[in-house]
């Protein structure tokens, strides 16, 4: 009934008892099969009573069960590998923070040197290229750290989420008028709106997910199209897919599942903080849904959200 691993222990010792050193200060801890098969910890404590001569003829000990003491310390190892692994993340996510925050703030910080101790050694062309990226970079640092609070909003679940029933088709609709006005010369950006659904979910945060996709779909499409809205299958299952698609660069199929991570990208010298599609996927869970991309290198993407 002894489990395999647990045999020479035991035997040990016994061994160590039977050689006249009482063992009953000493506990062993071994596993007994149970009637249903699996295994339960128990611990035992023995001691030999010697006849007249001294020789031992009887053992006498206690046999406990420890299988509540033991499951208590498998959660403590769990929760101190988490507690490791969360403060590990927390000083990467703090190494790259530094380093993402850096990056546009040198460059803020070093144009804005420039223009001010060489103002009238530059040319006005000059200048206005200096301003221009002082203020790509400024625009930059905003987006991260609206990311950033986002983020961890979020993940301390200190963000709220207002549920009510919405209208898919107005939601789109807005989406739509709102790229209207910021028009790509050689893309098109258009809802495809079938029939209305009315969901229930928090209005704001699924539009931000859906402006989200479209951002990006903006900054990796050269020409072609951006086309999203949503579908059911079937009123049966319920499902509601929100979709994104669009005919940019597409995404490597090797890195499709590592977007959604913090901080990924998969041209690190594209303008991005790599923190959007994390966000989404934070966001697309708390609204009990899931995310999901396919992608064609050279065709284009398709992001999608099953509600
Ligand atoms: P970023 O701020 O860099 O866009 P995201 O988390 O939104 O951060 O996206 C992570 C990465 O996923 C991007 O850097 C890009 O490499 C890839 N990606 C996202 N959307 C698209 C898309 N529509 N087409 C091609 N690549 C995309």
Not at 98 to 127: K, Q
């Amino acid at each position: 009934m002894i489990h395999p691993d647990d045999r020479q222990p035991m035997a040990d010792a016994f061994v160590v008892q039977l050689s006249g050193n009482t063992t009953f200060d000493k506990t062993v801890p071994f596993r007994l099969r149970r009637g249903d098969g699996t295994w339960e910890w128990f611990e035992g404590q023995s001691t030999y009573i010697a006849n007249i001569s001294g020789h031992p003829y009887r053992l006498v000990g206690i046999c406990l069960s420890i299988q509540e003491y033991k499951d208590i310390e498998n959660t403590l190892i769990e929760a101190r590998k988490k507690a490791e692994e969360s403060d590990r993340l927390k000083m990467a996510f703090l190494a790259n923070m530094s380093h993402e925050i850096r990056t546009p703030l040198n460059a803020i910080v070093g144009f804005s040197d420039v223009i001010a101790s060489t103002y009238n050694e530059l040319s006005d062309e000059e200048r206005a290229d200096f301003v221009r990226l002082i203020s790509i970079n400024s625009e930059h640092l905003v987006r991260l750290i609206d990311d950033i609070l986002d983020l961890s909003k979020i993940e301390s679940n200190t963000i709220k989420f207002t549920y009510s029933c919405c209208s898919l088709k107005s939601m789109m609709k807005d989406i739509e008028k709102e790229q209207a006005v910021k028009q790509l010369p050689e893309i098109e950006i258009k809802a495809l709106l079938p029939d209305d659904i009315y969901i229930n979910t928090d209005a704001t945060r699924l539009k931000q997910v859906i402006c989200n996709f479209i951002n990006n779909a903006r900054k990796f499409t050269e020409k072609g199209y951006i086309h999203f809205g949503f579908t059911s299958h079937s009123e049966k299952d319920q499902l509601v897919y929100l979709f994104v698609e669009d005919t940019g660069e597409g995404i490597p199929q090797e890195c499709q599942k590592e977007i959604f991570d913090r901080f990924y990208k998969v041209n690190t010298f594209k303008q991005g903080t790599g923190l959007g599609l994390s966000i989404c996927k934070t966001i697309v869970e708390h609204l009990q849904g899931s995310i999901s991309v396919e992608s064609e290198i050279g065709k284009g993407s398709r992001f999608i959200v099953t509600l």
